[in-house]
């Protein structure tokens, strides 16, 4: 079962565009939640995270924007860049099953397009 | 300031055999997680180490097992290998503690189970 369902699954996005990726939990327990970045080759990299209390963060051009009502949070990218495509996950993790243990969504490949 | 580094980069074992990853830390940090990254999908975590022993564990079975060494450096191992096991492992760490959350993750060991 899926704890973090995430879409879409593609995004294609023009240079300058905004890119917009939504996920979804149903565990109320989760308490952090984290977005990572993985290129091809590499390991996923922290890119930005929010915990429940806050409603939005912002990190540069990558926006964060949480519902606790609605357990939806969903990732922003301003002004898209070719260098941002790249395949993004949610995650979410809660202190009972311990601050290692991310429950991932299952990624969006995001192309941007100059 | 080196990364986390995994060791081999790509294998390939038939079914049956065993298998031994490697992964060092970055340094400073204390706590080594291991995750299954299956084609398409997103990382699933398999254990935690800390203090040279497993703190938390995800839905693997027992072939899955792991090391932590005092120099914080980590191995995972895989018995009996199946088919299903072909993934990309990936090593992460962090400090336990403040910012335990953030992990940071190393390339990955490409499996290929023939």
């Known amino acids: 079962q899926q704890q973090v369902k995430q879409s879409p699954q593609s995004l294609i996005v023009q240079k300058g565009g905004i890119s917009i990726i939504n996920c979804a939990y149903e565990?109320?327990?989760?308490?952090?939640f984290p977005w990572y970045q993985q290129f091809p080759g590499k390991g996923p990299a922290l890119l930005i995270a929010i915990r429940p209390d806050v409603s939005e963060k912002k990190e540069g051009r990558f926006t964060i924007s949480f519902n606790k009502s609605a357990k939806q949070f969903s990732l922003h990218i301003m002004d898209s860049q070719p260098g941002d495509s790249a395949t993004y996950f949610c995650?979410?993790?809660?202190?009972?099953?311990?601050?290692?243990?991310?429950?991932f969504g299952t990624g969006t490949r995001l192309t941007v397009i100059p | 300031d080196a990364g986390v580094t995994q060791s081999p980069t790509h294998l390939i074992k038939t079914r049956g055999q065993q298998v031994t990853l490697r992964c060092s830390p970055k340094?400073?940090?204390?706590?080594v997680s291991w995750y299954q990254q299956a084609l398409g999908q997103g990382p699933q975590f398999i254990f935690q180490y800390y203090e040279e022993e497993e703190r938390q564990r995800g839905n693997f079975p027992d072939r899955f097992s792991g090391h932590q060494f005092p120099n914080y450096s980590s191995e995972l191992n895989v018995n009996a290998l199946l088919l299903g096991d072909s993934a990309l492992y990936l090593c992460?760490?962090?400090?336990?503690?403040?910012?335990?959350?953030?992990?940071?993750f190393g390339a990955g060991s490409r499996l290929t189970v023939l």
């Open positions: 995650a979410a993790s809660m202190r009972q099953t311990g601050a290692n243990n991310l429950f």
């Open positions: 992460a760490s962090s400090l336990v503690g403040f910012g335990a959350n953030v992990l940071t």
């Open positions: 565990n109320t327990a989760f308490d952090y």
């Open positions: 340094s400073g940090h204390d706590t």
